[in-house]
């Protein structure tokens, strides 16, 4: 239970756990918020194009001391779709540290540009209906995987590489301590996360050098750690408190627009794709973002990357599972596990915890499957 607990305290927990690790940092209040997703159909995306590097310009290995703005947008076979304008190489050693919720410096957007990141995940159905809404404009963005979630769902991870996103990675199990934790405890999330991650996507070229501390829990001894494993470390420009308990779509939108015009109009947002609001917001945002005269940037790491990964065959899921590869065991959502739920919700006050209190039950439900599977 514990574990659960902590994956899903993430959302709920970023507020204070940032506070309470950060002391020198900016505005509190900035980091209040986080992201949104949204709903759609279903279609593995990624007809189109792939990888994003393919039309974009690679900073070359001998200057990465700059992030590297293409200007050819991406193809996209949806007439009158958002689209991804352009891409920004990002190599660690340039951006050690991204978003000025925590830290100085951001990415080199221009006016009106916006990069968007979804953490936590994934987590089906909601990954999957992110996916479809950005497919359906074309958008490409940027991922933080949980490695429990990528073991829990290999499948989807992969469609999230194969329909173009860029994977990167935020820890293995989720834990908002990470603020306080020494190397020996770092080296479990953060090295266990990429591994993970990188056994469940089957490329370990797939998996970009990018990392957000969950919770934004940041800590100079993690960000050393980071340094030392050659990450860029996360933060984001704007969250959209897509986390919070009873949050409506339309309220994570329209947090998203006012924080993003309020940051001279541009931004790395932050969302989080494990949630049904934020799967419903997602549609609704891409266009808000259009109809504004937004552009759409997404961050890739330098270098070499495949064009895609190998999907498992319905054969391979069924073998690996048979060899004791997580599964997901329903069950009813009264049991005692949902009195667990209602007292960690009491704990860490307002966000999707709350949620688990009883009041949306397909939240519940999700919560309650992943719970199964952390506890095995
Ligand atoms: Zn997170």
């Not at 959302?11 to 997703?37: D, N, R």
């Not at 540009?113 to 996916?131: A, C, K, Q, S």
């Amino acid at each position: 239970m514990s574990r659960f607990v902590w994956t899903f305290a993430l959302a709920a927990g970023l507020a204070i756990a940032v506070s309470s690790a950060q002391a020198e940092e900016p505005a509190k209040e900035q980091i209040q918020a986080m992201t949104s997703a949204q709903p759609a159909v279903a279609e593995p995306a990624a007809k189109q194009e792939p990888k994003a590097q393919d039309a974009a310009p690679q900073a070359a290995p001998e200057q990465p001391k700059k992030a590297e703005p293409t200007k050819t947008a991406l193809a996209c076979a949806h007439p009158g779709a958002l689209g991804t304008s352009r891409t920004i190489t990002v190599a660690p050693d340039a951006f050690p540290h991204i978003g000025t919720m925590q830290y100085r410096e951001s990415l080199p957007l221009e006016d009106h540009e916006v990069v968007i990141t979804f953490d936590d995940g994934p987590l089906p159905p909601y990954t999957d209906r992110v996916l479809d809404a950005l497919d359906a404009e074309c958008v490409k963005v940027t991922y933080f995987i949980v490695g429990q979630m990528a073991r829990a769902y290999p499948d989807t991870l992969r469609r999230i590489y194969n329909a173009g996103h860029v994977i990167g990675t935020h820890s293995m199990h989720h834990p908002f301590s990470m603020g306080r934790m020494d190397d020996e405890q770092l080296t479990r999330e953060i090295d266990g996360g990429i591994v993970a991650v990188k056994a469940a996507i089957g490329d370990d070229r797939a998996v970009a050098p990018f990392f957000r501390v969950p919770g934004l829990a940041r800590s100079r001894q993690v960000e050393a750690f980071a340094a030392s494993r050659s990450l860029a470390v996360w933060s984001a420009d704007e969250v959209a408190d897509d986390w919070f308990h009873g949050i409506k779509p339309a309220q994570i939108v329209e947090r998203a627009m006012r924080r993003i015009e309020a940051k001279g109009h541009r931004g790395v947002l932050l969302l989080h794709d494990i949630h049904p609001a934020t799967a419903m917001a997602v549609p609704m945002l891409l266009k808000e973002l259009k109809a504004n005269g937004y552009k759409i940037v997404q961050a890739i790491p330098a270098g070499d990357r495949p064009a895609t990964v190998p999907e498992r065959t319905p054969e391979q899921i069924a073998a690996a599972r048979s060899q004791g590869w997580p599964r997901v065991i329903k069950a009813s959502l009264k049991g005692h596990h949902a009195h667990k739920h209602a007292h960690a919700a009491s704990e860490t006050d307002d966000g999707f915890m709350g949620k688990l209190a009883g009041k949306k039950k397909h939240a519940v439900a999700s919560a309650y499957e992943i719970n199964e599977i952390f506890n095995r």
